[in-house]
């Protein structure tokens, strides 16, 4: 199986590239549209949750995208 890569966009989503498959909270599969790369929402803000619809950019979401050290 091919690996999944999750990329932050600067101040916008969780890019995901790979095979995968999304599930909402009682395992039912959403629909990705077959495509090779999704956007998943960070902002909190989108219409589309858990994708992403722009908003982000609409709102001046601002994302630290530095990884915090761990305790």
Same mark, same amino acid.
């Given at each position: 199986? #091919? &690996? @999944? =890569?999750? =990329?932050? #966009?600067?101040?916008? $989503?969780?890019? @995901? &590239? *790979?095979?995968?498959? @999304?599930v /909402?909270a +009682?395992?039912? $599969?959403? &629909? =990705?549209?077959?495509?090779?790369?999704? !956007?998943?929402?960070?902002?909190? *803000? %989108? #219409?589309?949750?858990?994708?992403? /619809?722009? =908003?982000? *950019?609409?709102?001046?979401?601002r !994302? +630290? &995208? #530095? @990884?915090?050290? %761990? %305790?």
């Amino acid at each position: 199986m #091919a &690996d @999944v =890569t999750i =990329t932050l #966009a600067p101040n916008g $989503p969780y890019l @995901v &590239d *790979g095979p995968l498959r @999304v599930v /909402d909270a +009682e395992g039912r $599969p959403l &629909d =990705t549209g077959g495509k090779p790369r999704i !956007a998943l929402c960070r902002c909190g *803000g %989108s #219409a589309r949750k858990p994708f992403c /619809d722009g =908003t982000h *950019g609409r709102i001046g979401f601002r !994302a +630290e &995208d #530095a @990884v915090p050290p %761990s %305790s």
